[in-house]
């Protein structure tokens, strides 16, 4: 009785599960009559209740399996294309202001004296002949960025890129990999600010330093240089403070931005613009240490945009006071100049005193007083202390006289030097020889 019983409630529990199912799927709708059908048929209280729970069960075991199987099966998300990258703000800031950024190599040469420590023995001890002391030049290059704030070719970058020295001279690669040369017109040091020109050209795209960032905390800003000589390069980060105050060697720079954006060697000069374009700053300094010797990171300083605005008002200023300046080769440069620029050759006009101590022959050549190491003269075999007599076709006797003949002459051109020397006594050793220039 109680086995048929249970076969009964397991037989009206399975249907129940089934219709439950049928229900889940929505393709069954039991009718009253029939909700309640279990019960009525069943023999005890005690057995409708059960039959009851486990229908409830089944059927909560299948919206939980519904659920579950809801949860495995994703719902497409509603299509949406993605963002095209040369639309993103940043990539459009650098597109735009890349024209106007530039890359910069900066040689200059540093003149030392020095003299022989065994001719100043000699002659304190001895009373021996001291010669002059021999002039050492040194070619120091530096490698850094700009950016032309003119069309007629006017380019603001740091003061310590390009620091003025004796033959100073400067390239600039443009963004499209064009070479320029370039002047030095005027700097000031303790803003770390310079101002250069290109050397006859024009129509460049240029920053509109009329127009500045409102240079916000927390702001988007984009450093653009040439980042350890690789030119071209870009790093963002953001605004992270102002009016901050640091000093480097003996100068102290005040009221700078600061940023966590990298400036590595070669961005010093360079642009820090917004994400439309406009002038945050000048890249100046990144502190790696504290004054403690305390390592960092992210710290990057800039010259305000409002700092450079009114310190190329000044710039200009000078630089309309100035001569037109000519590509490098003109007949403005002084020949010795030239000849140091394009042979590594420093010249010097013979004095009656000269003439009379080398036993020379007065009015005749130019002397060589010194020779640059590994230059073309060098290679050739032009050493200091012999006399050019002859460049080209023409006779010289004095360093102006080679400036004219010298004005025209480019890199790769080949000039011949007649050197040597000849004697009031009729002793003679010269020799013509073929000098590339660099």
């Given at each position: ?13 399975k249907?129940?599960?089934?219709r ?9 709708t ?5 909700k ?9 209280l ?11 069960a089944?059927?909560?075991i299948?919206?939980?399996?519904a659920?579950?199987?809801?949860a495995?099966t ?20 650098v597109?735009k202001v ?7 190599n900066?040689?200059?040469v540093?003149?030392?004296q020095?003299?022989?420590?065994f001719?100043?023995f ?18 120091l290059?530096?490698l850094?960025s700009?950016?032309?704030?003119d ?17 100073l001279r400067?390239?600039v690669?443009t ?5 320029y040369?370039?002047?030095y017109?005027t700097?000031d040091?303790?803003?770390?600010l310079?101002?250069?020109k290109?050397?006859g ?7 509109n330093?009329?127009?500045p960032?409102p240079?916000l905390l927390?702001?988007?800003v984009i450093v653009?240089g040439n980042s350890?000589?690789?030119?071209s390069s870009?790093s963002?980060?953001?605004l ?19 940023t966590?954006?990298?400036?590595n ?7 820090v613009?917004?994400?439309?374009g406009?002038?945050v700053?000048?890249?100046s ?20 945009a409002e700092?450079?605005?009114?310190a ?11 001569p037109?300046?000519?590509p ?13 620029r ?5 010249l010097q ?6 003439t009379d101590?080398?036993?020379?022959v007065?009015g ?7 020779v640059?190491?590994e230059?073309?003269a060098a290679?050739?075999g ?5 006399l050019?007599y ?5 006779d ?8 004219g003949l ?12 007649t050197v040597?020397?000849?004697r009031?006594?009729?002793t003679?050793?010269?020799q ?6 660099r």
């Open positions: 009785m109680i086995s048929r019983q249970c076969r009964k409630n397991e037989t009206s529990s249907l129940t599960v089934e439950a199912l049928r229900y889940l799927r929505g393709d069954f039991p009718p009253d009559e029939m309640y059908k279990m019960i009525s048929n069943a023999n005890d005690g057995s409708a209740r059960n039959a009851s729970i486990h229908a409830s089944a059927a909560i299948l919206l939980f399996a659920q579950s199987l809801s495995q994703p719902t497409p998300l509603p299509s949406s294309s993605p963002t095209d990258p040369a639309s993103e703000p940043v990539v459009l800031a597109a890349m024209p106007a950024v530039v890359n910069i900066a040689e200059r540093v003149r030392r020095i003299r022989d420590p001719e100043d000699a002659a304190e001890f001895f009373g021996t002949y001291r010669s002059q002391p021999r002039e050492v030049r040194q070619r290059q530096s850094g700009g950016f032309i704030v069309p007629a070719g006017y380019i603001v970058t740091n003061e310590h890129v390009v620091q003025r020295a004796a033959d400067i390239e690669t963004s499209d990999g064009k070479v040369n370039a002047h017109i700097g040091p303790k803003k770390d310079a101002f250069i290109i050397d050209q024009s129509g460049f795209s240029f920053i330093l009329d127009n960032s240079n927390g702001q988007t653009l350890v000589g690789y030119g870009i963002r980060g953001v992270s403070g102002l009016k901050r105050d640091i000093t480097i060697g003996d100068l102290e720079y005040k009221d700078l931005l600061q966590d954006a990298a400036i060697p070669g961005n010093s000069g360079g642009p613009v917004d994400i439309a406009r002038l700053g000048v890249s300094a990144k502190m790696a240490f504290t004054p403690q010797g305390v390592p960092t990171q992210g710290l990057g300083f800039a010259i305000p700092t450079v605005r009114e190329v008002k000044e710039f200009k200023t000078v630089a309309q006071k100035q037109s300046a000519q490098h080769g003109n007949s403005n440069q002084p020949a010795a100049a030239n000849a140091d394009l042979f590594g050759m420093q006009d013979l004095t009656a005193e000269l101590a080398f036993g020379l007065p005749r050549g130019v002397l060589v007083s010194a640059e190491p230059s073309p290679e050739i032009v050493e200091r202390g012999l050019i002859r460049v080209g076709r023409h010289v006797n004095s360093v102006k006289s080679i400036e010298l004005a025209r002459v480019q890199s790769g051109m080949t000039v011949d030097f040597g020397i000849v009031s006594d009729g003679r050793q010269i013509t020889v073929p000098l590339t220039a």
